[in-house]
């Protein structure tokens, strides 16, 4: 066994070694070719579901939020679980984007854009929640500070309108950091096609991408700037979401660790979403060598850190709890876990906290059917998190007097089919119209893109596995 | 005109102006210079110095300038006429898209009425004639619209409080499905032929001689049973049948064979040290509740240094007074009277009087107490009571128990010395007493034999409420003439040929007369609102026929008056003054005493007792209630909506079975029961309500009319169909039922979650633990006036010390309430009022199911104790206008805001109701508009006409979207600022008072400024008892309560589970 302390290789993050040529062709491939009967069957399923959605929400904007299941005590449910969901799953995407890149890690490359994209995505149908919730949505404007006449201004103290300004300052900076990468793959797309519209439309979005030395000079420096600016968002975004639990005065919500474990939640979250879709993207696709079982491991591990994370602060309120020696605090948790709604405070913690610990085994990391079925265990586990937090600290408060059960309506679950049907078709028509990996940084991480002493030849000769 | 002759226009102009400046400088006959010395000149006026232009330099704003513009005289396109013609347009189209809540004109008075100043309420004195209590009323007007009925403050017995019923029956008036005109058949007809047909066949029946059947409910009104007998008079074939479903004809009948008169003397609750009520909610559901609960909570009270009293309730349902019980003995109704018989005999051995059963073993109260496993320190305490104080204790029997058992009670109070608790003064007044059974029989026999010919419903509904042993509606149906005289429509007018739509108790004239001393007056607080006729009127009309007019009976009374009761009142004043002034203050004071007021109890009614004996079988009892009465109150929704007292269910009546009996019979709540007793059988679903005796189910009366509207019809079950028409023991309790489980289920709804109250050691007690009720007893509050203070249940710092964070001082006056939980019974008039004054939207049953009541003041209800024997706590809970609102810094729009004088504000304008306030409120008062709940209800009944008019105009109707919650009766407060302003004073907080307030008839709520340190509120708040909900929480309520104190001698329960 030949050992070389000199230096250690990362493991290849594209197999194979695709030309340049190549890795144009697989990735920009969806976008030039006539969709197929999958992705029409896929859309059609996703754009049915964004319908039932409508069709609740027109409802409910006609006779009001009292479809729902909503009531006195439990005056948020389905509306602001899915809301802090959505916003959750949004997190993996910066988090990749942004964090891993300033990091350097480069194997984010394979499954950032579309991390980036899905979190676009996932904060607009979140974005969505907080405006339909409101009784009164057409006066939603009221949350925003405008100048007015009867110097009516918003309650700065409202964790509702830190909301506002998060939500929206998040989603501004994710979009520009998104549109930012794009602009030298859609130069090499308006290279690449030959329709008149779609070449005009490719040579706007491009703004005259040439890719010189200077634009690659800009280019990376306001992708790192935009990075430095993501990355606080990662924290802050759902820190202030968590505030609008924490703020309060409810036990159950009034934690002050709230803020990291939501943060914790959140990247958990946003990790099970992404790998939910990429798995079955690089199958569709055809780009398993792109993004490959390498990356899927390295996510599989960032999931067992968080949803540790997250077990650990799951543990740590019913310890803070009964630290506290607050009779009240006390009772809300024992209730969490044994009341009423037990049911889903388990379902919550045997898949965000006990099957996420299956990823301790190198086999199931690499096995994608497990990898599969956890990651969507983990998008339930989350959801169902949200709805422990708020339904059940809301269904039995301080007063036993008004302690109330929570029953879902139809409108609420066609709603939340609604917003997942916005989620996958966004996502659909971004997978058919946009290159769903980054073209112009695959080419950089690439199987000799790298620069080497080696002439081709010979680097072609090497093994890489014997130099381990 | 183009614009190239504009502009020529315009040069014309300035040349002219120019000419004319030139012509005036000259005549001036000035020259330059002379008077320019500085030699700039800005016109020839200034060159040649023109007065004019000096003065017009001085005053630099010449008047015309800052005359508003006449655009009749611009031209076509000038500035001004351009932004005048902008502006008027805008307003144009701003009128044009109109408010969404903005429907209707306000058009203000060409000639202003007498009396009547927009914006300002008027209040008229009448009395109620919802049942037959007859309480004073006031009634508040607006712009001639009554929106308000309160006790009138003046009259003895109510003294300004009313039941929820009386304060709910304002929406009866405005029930949009009143009858509009005479019915003949469902088809309209005119006034003239429903008289002349009507007429005729009174005629006729007098000739033929057959009978003249008139229905009505019992006859309050001295001047309607003179009417009555002239009637008689006029028609000598006519018979008054009386009957109510409600009434104390056997306590009354009892004290006739005991006492030997007719007349009942008043009970002094007040002077008694000891209650001992049996089977009998005088607090709530009982006739009188109004007096008993101020005389019964006047020696409840922590500020007056009186000694409390005892109450002890033996009972076999849970009732109101039960749970407010210092000692509670379970026991099944109908063993009542043997353990009265055997109180009795204890007390008749102890004192040594002869004639009495001997002292048996198999009659004492050991045994007694052994057979029946009662509570023993209940009854030893209430015997070494009896004891104690006799003379100064009372024992009551309920209504509805047999007029043995009230013979028996009368016989016990005798021996105990107890009947120096009678008013020697005050005795109740009978115009014409109840119909017997008897008597409906031979009715019925008359109508089905063809005896008589007319029927005449006077106001009432003997189809649905007579016993169906009766067969009232068949024999109705053959008898040739049937007359309804009602506001709506009911089970009787369904099958009646006429039906004759009569005015609402707020349209009528009318006097009453319950106690000996006063009257009573009616007068109407608005002008007939359809082609409708006062009952009496419609009688006072067919006894002598002529043209009619509204004014008949008016006169009639007066008339009566000036005859029979004018001249008894001894009054110096003329009759007119002293019509006037009666009508003024609802009440005359007569001097008058009771006839022959000593009596000894007749030995021989003695015979007649003691022999109700236990049977093994099922007791139905069957109750009164707070919501819909007899049946009458049904198409009241906001009655239906308001939650039972004890087990808080709305909407529905129900078989309530004790936790024993249901296991027994394998039921759950929700399940069905089929009960039979006798031939009569009906299913009821089940309530498992802790603290029933065992074998004994409680169902109220008055539900499932099957023609009450749409509001009211099909609601809940007709236990109407288990009365007997000549029952055993009384027509309310049945003590031969057989009871089986039924099949299916049904659900009942309630606004309170009911939890075990003993199976789960996390909810046990958890209103002590949590700090929300506070109580003790009696004795330990003798011993040490802090001892609730002191032991604070999180052992944090006490109320407002320190304050978390620095906030608004509040210098001037500040609200705050208190809440005496000694005095509140729980009984629900409070929030009635609150509905009446707030303008409450109803939700119905399936807007409770949901959670979404929205009633703005609710009253909380905690049992501790043991399933079989809880004690209950009630505890309104309102908004709490918290210093430290935790709904207040979450709204992100500041709909919710604190105001200088310590109130939490609802800004309805600006909410978009993100529900974050309500979800943040330790207290969960805030409700929330989650439909346009006047649309939702019943296909929008709420917004119709005249419904509508109910209205408290000083009140916002909240829309759909909306939070909201009490306000402390802002609008009062307003009135008092308004006031204080007017009268250059401060404002006075004891000038203001709330809806809820108005209403206790406890007197447990107090309101009014916190920084008054002489002020009730604050002497409340002050107490050694005073304490607020969660104060461990830091939200610095405004209202506070006064915690509960039990009167009993030992440890209160929850101490041992401490």
Same mark, same amino acid.
């Given at each position: 066994?030949?050992?070389?302390a ?5 493991l290849?993050l ?13 990735i ?11 992705w ?9 579901a964004?319908?039932i959605?409508?069709?609740?929400l027109?409802?409910t904007?006609?006779?009001?939020v ?24 949004g ?26 994209a899905?979190?676009?995505?996932a904060?607009?149908t ?5 405006l ?42 994710s ?18 096609t030959?329709s ?18 200077r634009?690659?000079?800009?280019y990376?420096?306001v ?14 975004v759902?820190?202030i ?9 409810i ?8 803020p990291?474990? $939501?943060?914790?939640?959140?990247? $958990?979250?946003?990790f ?26 390295k ?7 968080t ?8 543990? %740590?309120e $019913?310890?803070?709890?009964w630290?506290?020696?607050n ?8 209730n ?19 099957f996420p610990?299956?990823?301790?085994f ?6 994608i ?12 586990g %989350?959801?169902?998190?949200r709805?422990v937090?708020?339904?059940?600290s ?22 939340l089919?609604g917003s997942?049907?916005?989620?996958f078709?966004l ?16 080419k ?6 790298q ?18 | ?17 120019i000419?004319?400046?030139?012509? @005036? ?16 000149w ?9 007065p ?15 005359k508003?513009p ?10 001004r ?14 009128? @044009? ?14 000639q202003?009425?007498e ?7 008027n209040y ?9 209590s007859?309480?004073g ?11 308000k009925i ?19 029956g ?16 469902k ?7 429903a ?10 029946a007098?000739?033929? @001689? ?10 309050v ?21 009386s009957?109510?479903v409600?009434s ?32 009998s909610d005088?607090?709530?559901t ?14 409840r ?17 849970a ?21 009265v018989?055997?109180l ?20 004492t ?12 320190t ?9 004891d104690k ?5 009372i024992?009551y029997a ?20 107890n009947?120096?608790l009678?008013s020697?003064?005050?005795e ?12 409906l ?9 063809g ?6 419903h ?23 003439l049937?007359v ?11 099958l ?19 106690r ?5 007056? =009616? ?10 006729? =006062?009952?009496e ?16 009976y ?26 006037n ?8 004071y ?5 006839e022959g ?21 099922y007791?139905v009892?069957l ?24 087990t ?8 309530a ?8 019979l394998?039921v759950?709540?929700n ?20 603290g ?12 499932c009319?099957?023609a ?5 019809t099909?609601?809940?079950v ?9 029952p055993a023991l ?23 979650e009911h939890?075990p ?24 509050f ?8 002191h ?11 320190p ?24 009984c @629900? ?30 009253i909380d ?36 805001t ?6 939490n ?11 974050y ?9 805030r409700?929330?508009?989650y ?5 939702r ?9 005249p ?10 109707v ?21 006031d ?7 404002v ?26 002489g ?6 708040r ?15 309520p ?5 915690a ?15």
């Amino acid at each position: 066994m030949s050992f070389d302390a000199t230096y250690t290789r990362e493991l290849p993050l594209v197999d194979g070694k695709s030309s340049f040529k190549e890795l144009d062709d697989v990735i920009a491939k969806p976008t030039e070719t006539k969709p197929t009967l999958k992705w029409w069957i896929a859309i059609g399923i996703s754009s049915t579901a964004l319908l039932i959605g409508a069709t609740c929400l027109g409802l409910t904007f006609w006779y009001g939020v009292g479809l729902w299941g909503n009531n006195q005590p439990v005056g948020w449910a389905f509306d602001i679980i899915n809301f802090v969901f959505w916003i959750g799953i949004g997190h993996a995407g910066t988090l990749i984007s942004a964090i891993l890149f300033l990091f350097r890690q480069k194997w984010r490359t394979g499954i950032a854009r579309f991390a980036e994209a899905m979190t676009i995505f996932a904060v607009m149908t979140a974005g969505i929640f907080p405006l339909i919730h409101t009784g009164r949505p057409w006066l939603d404007g009221y949350l925003l500070p405008y100048p007015n006449q009867h110097n009516l201004w918003v309650n700065f103290t409202s964790p509702l309108l830190w909301d506002v300004f998060a939500v929206s300052t998040y989603f501004t900076v994710s979009f520009v950091f998104w549109y930012i990468g794009l602009i030298p793959d859609f130069a090499i797309l308006r290279d690449r096609t030959k329709s008149g519209i779609k070449k005009a439309a490719y040579t706007i979005f491009s703004l005259g991408w040439r890719g010189s030395n200077r634009h690659w000079q800009h280019y990376e420096r306001v992708y790192l700037i935009l990075a430095g600016l993501s990355t606080p968002l990662v924290l802050s975004v759902h820190t202030i979401v968590s505030f609008d639990f924490a703020v309060s005065v409810i036990p159950g919500w009034h934690t002050t660790i709230f803020p990291p474990y $939501f943060v914790a939640g959140a990247i $958990f979250s946003g990790f099970g979403m992404v790998s939910t879709v990429l798995i079955i993207v690089r199958k569709v696709f055809d780009m398993e060598h792109i993004i490959t079982v390498n990356t899927l491991e390295k996510m599989n591990k960032i999931l067992l850190a968080t949803g540790t994370m997250v077990g650990y602060a799951y543990s %740590m309120e $019913f310890f803070i709890a009964w630290y506290s020696g607050n009779p009240i605090e006390q009772f809300t948790f024992i209730n969490r876990a044994f009341g009423p709604y037990a049911w889903a405070y388990w379902i919550m913690f045997s898949c965000n906290v006990f099957f996420p610990q299956l990823f301790w085994f190198k086999k199931i990391r690499r096995n994608i059917p497990i990898t599969f079925v956890l990651v969507l265990l983990v998008n339930v586990g %989350m959801w169902f998190e949200r709805y422990v937090i708020i339904v059940t600290s809301l269904t039995r408060d301080y007063l036993p007097s008004s302690w109330g059960m929570y029953f879902p309506t139809m409108y609420d679950f066609g709603i939340l089919l609604g917003s997942f049907g916005l989620f996958f078709t966004l996502t659909l028509l971004f997978a058919k119209t946009l290159p769903v990996v980054s073209i112009s940084e695959i080419k950089a991480v690439t199987e000799g893109a790298q620069p080497t002493h080696l002439d081709r030849k010979e680097e072609e000769q090497i093994d890489y596995r014997t130099v381990f | 005109m183009c614009a190239e002759e504009k502009a020529m226009d315009r040069t014309e102009d300035m040349k002219k102006d120019i000419t004319k400046d030139t012509d @005036g400088a000259l005549k001036s006959g000035n020259t330059a210079s002379e008077q320019n010395e500085n030699g700039y000149w800005r016109s020839f006026k200034e060159l040649y110095n023109d007065p004019s232009f000096s003065k017009a330099v001085k005053n630099e704003f010449s008047p015309e300038a800052l005359k508003a513009p006449d655009v009749s005289k611009m031209t076509a396109l000038n500035r001004r006429r351009f932004l005048a013609l902008m502006g008027a347009g805008a307003a144009v189209a701003a009128a @044009g898209c109109n408010n969404y809540q903005d429907k209707g004109v306000i058009v203000p008075y060409n000639q202003k009425p007498e009396e009547v100043t927009l914006g300002l309420p008027n209040y008229y004195a009448s009395t109620c004639s919802g049942c037959e209590s007859a309480c004073g009323i006031l009634v508040k007007t607006r712009e001639g619209r009554p929106i308000k009925i309160d006790g009138n403050p003046d009259h003895p017995v109510n003294k300004g409080k009313l039941c929820a019923k009386g304060q709910a029956g304002i929406m009866n008036m405005y029930n949009p499905e009143r009858f509009r005109d005479p019915m003949l058949s469902k088809t309209q007809i005119n006034w003239a032929d429903a008289d002349k047909k009507v007429v005729d066949a009174l005629k006729a029946a007098t000739a033929a @001689g057959k009978e003249i059947a008139i229905v009505t409910h019992k006859i309050v009104s001295p001047t309607a049973k003179k009417l009555f007998d002239e009637f008689k008079l006029a028609y000598p074939t006519t018979k008054v049948y009386s009957y109510e479903v409600f009434s104390d004809t056997a306590r009354k009948n009892a004290w006739m064979k005991s006492y030997g008169k007719p007349s009942m003397p008043v009970l002094q609750l007040d002077k008694a040290k000891v209650i001992v009520a049996l089977e009998s909610d005088f607090l709530s559901t009982e006739h009188n509740m109004l007096e008993y609960t101020r005389l019964f909570t006047q020696n409840r009270d922590v500020m007056s240094g009186r000694e409390f009293n005892r109450l002890y309730a033996v009972e076999g349902a849970a009732t109101v007074t039960g749970m407010n019980a210092d000692y509670r003995i379970r026991l099944r109704t109908d063993a009542i009277e043997e353990f009265v018989m055997c109180l009795v005999v204890e007390f008749a051995a102890k004192k040594k009087l002869s004639g009495f059963p001997a002292n048996l073993s198999s009659n004492t109260l050991d045994h007694f107490r052994t057979k029946y496993a009662l509570n023993e320190t209940a009854v030893k305490n209430l015997v070494a009571d009896l004891d104690k104080y006799q003379g100064e204790a009372i024992v009551y029997a309920g209504d509805k128990l047999p007029e043995s058992t009230h013979i028996a009670v009368n016989l016990l109070n005798d021996i105990l010395g107890n009947t120096k608790l009678y008013s020697q003064e005050i005795e109740s007044v009978d115009q014409m007493p109840l119909s017997a059974p008897e008597e409906l029989g031979s009715l019925v026999s008359a109508m089905n034999s063809g005896n008589a010919a007319v029927v005449i419903h006077y106001d009432t509904n003997p189809v649905y409420n007579l016993s169906p042993e009766y067969g009232y509606a068949d024999a109705l149906r053959k008898v040739p003439l049937t007359v309804t005289l009602t506001e709506q429509v009911t089970e009787t007018s369904e099958l009646s040929q006429y039906v004759l739509p009569i005015h609402n108790q707020l349209e009528c004239w009318g006097d009453f007369k319950t106690r000996t001393g006063f009257y009573s007056m =009616q007068q109407p607080i608005i002008a007939p609102l359809y082609n409708t006729r =006062q009952k009496e009127a419609i009688i006072l009309n067919w006894k002598e026929p002529k043209e009619f007019n509204e004014n008949l009976y008016k006169d009639y009374l007066s008339a009566n008056w000036e005859k029979s009761m004018y001249p008894a009142t001894g009054t110096a004043a003329s009759f007119k003054k002293f019509w006037n002034s009666a009508l003024h203050d609802g009440v005359v004071y007569v001097n008058e005493k009771p006839e022959g007021t000593a009596a000894t109890f007749n030995a021989e009614a003695m015979a007649s007792t003691g022999k109700v004996r236990a049977s093994n079988d099922y007791v139905v009892l069957l109750q009164s209630n707070n919501n819909v009465g007899d049946g009458r109150f049904a198409s009241n929704g906001w009655l239906q909506e308001l939650p039972n007292p004890i087990t808080k269910l709305v909407w529905d009546n129900y078989a309530a079975l004790s936790v024993q009996s249901a296991a027994e019979l394998g039921v759950n709540t929700n399940d069905i029961i089929d009960i039979s007793i006798g031939n009569r059988r009906q299913s009821f679903p089940v309530f498992i309500q802790p603290g029933l005796a065992d074998k004994v189910i409680e169902i109220s009366l008055g539900y499932c009319r099957t023609a009450a509207g749409i509001v009211g019809t099909g609601i809940g079950v007709n236990a109407n169909v288990l009365i007997a028409k000549s029952p055993a023991l009384s027509d309310r309790i049945y003590n031969d039922a057989k009871v089986s489980k039924g099949s299916g289920t049904y659900e009942l709804i309630s606004t309170q979650e009911h939890y075990p109250i003993d199976s789960d050691p996390l909810l046990k007690d958890i209103q002590f633990r949590r700090g929300i009720i506070r109580e003790g007893t009696v004795e330990e509050f003798k011993k040490n006036p802090g001892f609730l203070k002191h032991e604070s249940h999180l052992e944090m710092d006490p109320i407002n010390k320190p304050q978390p964070y620095a906030t608004t001082e509040y210098t001037g006056y500040k609200w705050g309430m208190s809440i005496d939980l000694n005095k509140c019974t729980g009984c @629900g008039a409070c929030v009635t009022a609150c509905n009446v004054e707030n303008n409450i939207p109803i939700v119905g049953k399936d807007g409770v199911k949901a959670n979404r009541e929205m009633m703005w003041l609710r009253i909380d209800r905690y049992y501790y104790g043991t399933p079989d024997a809880p004690s209950a706590n009630f505890q309104p809970m309102l908004c709490q206008h918290c210093d430290y609102a935790p709904c207040e810094n979450v709204c992100p729009v500041a709909a919710t805001t604190h105001s200088t004088d310590g109130l939490n504000g609802m800004t309805y304008n600006r909410c978009v109701g993100t529900r974050y306030c309500s979800n943040n409120c330790p207290y969960k008062v805030r409700r929330f508009n989650y439909f346009d709940w006047r649309d939702r209800f019943r296909d929008s009944f709420q917004y119709e006409e005249p419904l509508d008019q109910m209205a408290n105009p000083e009140v916002t109707v909240r829309s759909r979207g909306v939070m909201e919650k009490c306000t402390f009766c802002l609008q009062r407060i307003m009135k008092e600022r308004q006031d204080a302003i007017a009268e250059n004073r401060n404002v006075e907080g004891s000038n203001v008072t709330t809806a809820c307030q108005d209403a206790c008839p406890a007197y447990a709520i107090e309101f009014g400024n916190v920084n008054d340190k002489g002020s009730t509120v604050t002497k409340y708040r002050e107490h050694p008892l005073g304490y607020s909900v969660l104060e461990e929480i830091k939200v610095m309520p405004n209202v506070t309560y006064i915690a509960k104190l039990r009167n009993i001698n030992e440890e209160l329960h929850k101490k041992e589970s401490h």
